[in-house]
């Protein structure tokens, strides 16, 4: 055990107060006093994503926000890496100087759950694993993630990965833990890996499609030779479909004719220049069409060429608003209903070739009587079982947070 994770002063298992670790080490001593009397924490860095999963019941609140900063930027090797609880506009800032970024584009649903924007943390987005419109094209927060230490519910510190691509042998525990909500192990520090940012970028929008034609579009687009790194489409009166390239300019100039003259045949286009696409996209990755109004908000993991077909099915049913992106596989669905009707909007979901739906806005008596996460299946559900057993075997972080 290095230095940094010796076990800090002691906790006080006679005081309530909230948790306000400043390093590893006093993380280390919190977990560890925790796991020995089998006190619940809630791990939070910024308080950003508390409304997502199920309310946790806990004894302490473990505060990361004290655990921030850059620790290692290495522009020209594309790897950063940081403390769980930084905030990611300081992150975002820092890549936007040397021209780099987060290619799975990073959400922040702030504003969606009733919050502020740009007040969440490195820790927070691995540990919900939330990406936007390039994850068809880059990956996930997952797939970006080359390393990181934490602290198990057993009170253990522990690394995995580091700062290259292929130096994991066994399980790749960095992997494991992201999107996990925080319920495996606190994470401590995070190395990932970011890309150089496109020079350019311009949207192709066809307008009035209804949602099985603009599903055809965006099939069509995806499976061409433009590079297409977002295939979105927002229905309603003046339904929008759009289609984004990035790269150097002249090559972006080019796929983008080609792309119009491909898709000619599905009606009326324009073209949005770099300042309008980039706002667009933002407004798409965050569901900035739901900010502010009243429902249930599901977020539908599904097949692309179904997407259209569940909410038509829920729509039948209920009063609902929806987003496609991620070229239709990604629903956002506004239910603007009393209830979520969690069992419809699954059952519909499964009927057109199963997926996956998450409530991501609720209040909190909804989000402790309805399962928010999709229920895992008799295999799965053991498996997870025993995994987070293994990591944190008296439930003591984050509890029933993913409903376990």
């Known amino acids: 055990m290095t230095a940094e994770n010796q076990a800090g002063p002691a906790v006080d298992p006679d005081t309530n107060a909230d948790l306000h670790p400043k390093t590893n080490a006093d993380v280390l001593a919190a977990v560890k006093w925790a796991a020995g009397d089998q006190v619940p924490l809630e791990v939070v860095g910024q308080g950003s994503k508390r409304a997502l999963g199920k309310p946790v019941q806990a004894a302490h609140l473990l505060d990361l926000s004290g655990l921030s900063g850059v620790t290692l930027f290495e522009p020209e090797e594309l790897v950063l890496s940081a403390k769980a609880g930084t905030p990611l506009v300081e992150i975002q800032a820092l890549l936007d100087e040397h021209g780099q970024e987060m290619q799975f584009e990073p959400c922040d649903l702030g504003p969606l759950l009733g919050g502020?924007?740009?007040?969440?943390?490195?820790?927070?987005?691995?540990?919900?694993?939330?990406?936007?419109?390039?994850?068809?094209?880059?990956?996930?927060v997952r797939d970006h993630i080359l390393g990181i230490k934490a602290v198990s519910g057993r009170g253990e510190a522990f690394k995995s990965g580091g700062r290259v691509v292929k130096n994991v042998t066994g399980y790749d525990l960095a992997k494991g833990v992201t999107g996990s909500y925080g319920t495996l192990a606190v994470l401590t520090d995070i190395i990932i890996k970011v890309l150089p940012k496109a020079e350019t970028e311009q949207t192709l929008v066809i307008r009035e499609l209804d949602d099985a034609r603009a599903t055809e579009a965006m099939a069509l687009a995806m499976g061409s030779s433009g590079e297409v790194s977002g295939a979105a489409h927002i229905p309603g009166v003046d339904a929008c479909t759009y289609l984004r390239l990035e790269g150097f300019e002249p090559s972006v100039k080019s796929r983008i004719a080609k792309l119009a003259k491909l898709l000619e045949g599905f009606g009326k286009h324009e073209q949005l220049p770099e300042t309008a696409s980039r706002s667009q996209w933002a407004g798409i990755r965050d569901c900035g069409s739901f900010v502010g109004k009243q429902g249930f908000v599901w977020r539908i993991s599904c097949t692309p060429s179904e997407g259209h077909r569940i909410v038509a099915d829920i729509g039948n049913s209920l009063p609902v608003e929806a987003v496609y992106d991620w070229q239709g596989g990604l629903v956002w669905l506004l239910v603007e209903d009393e209830k979520p009707n969690a069992r419809l909007v699954r059952s519909s979901v499964f009927n057109h070739g199963g997926g996956h739906a998450t409530l991501i806005r609720a209040d909190a008596a909804t989000r402790q009587s309805v399962p928010v996460f999709e229920p895992q299946p008799g295999a799965l559900g053991r498996l997870s079982k025993r995994y987070r057993e293994n990591f944190d075997p008296f439930g003591i972080l984050n509890p029933g947070r993913m409903g376990a």
Do not use: H, Q
Not at 116 to 140: D, H, Q
């Open 116 to 140: 502020e924007a740009g007040t969440g943390t490195l820790g927070g987005l691995v540990n919900t694993n939330l990406c936007g419109p390039r994850r068809l094209k880059s990956g996930s």
